[in-house]
């Protein structure tokens, strides 16, 4: 079993950054691939990026390539989610989650979930 904890999420103008944080319970954070998606109002939930379990390897969807990135630290059991650039369309609750598979952006290969965090961006 693993919790997830989102954090970080806010308000921000158009063109700003933010990073969120993701913390996981648990002593096998390590053997997870860990995705960030995100959902709209009145949208399916996205995929935005994903990393293995080392962390040498990462995905990202293609609306948020070049601008974001994913990183994880296993000492301190959190990945992040670095967004740069960002425009009023990345707005959504971001959820993190962990999977048992490989690196993918199917929502149905990720186990657990966060409750999300809630990212809007200012035109």
């Known amino acids: 079993q693993v919790q997830l904890v989102e954090s970080g999420g806010g308000l921000v103008q158009a063109g700003g950054s933010l990073r969120l944080s993701c913390a996981a319970s648990g002593r096998t954070f390590s053997s997870y691939v860990m995705g960030w998606f995100r959902q709209a109002p009145g949208k399916e939930r996205e995929f935005v990026a994903a990393i293995s379990r080392s962390g040498g390897s990462t995905y990202y969807g293609d609306s948020v390539k070049g601008r974001f990135t994913i990183s994880r630290d296993n000492a301190k059991n959190t990945v992040y989610l670095q967004m740069n650039s960002l425009k009023p369309e990345d707005t959504a609750v971001y959820y993190c989650?962990?999977?048992?598979?490989?690196?993918?952006?199917?929502?149905?290969?990720?186990?657990?979930w966060g409750q999300g965090t809630q990212v809007t961006v200012s035109s």
């Open positions: 989650a962990a999977g048992a598979g490989g690196v993918t952006n199917l929502r149905y290969r990720y186990d657990y």
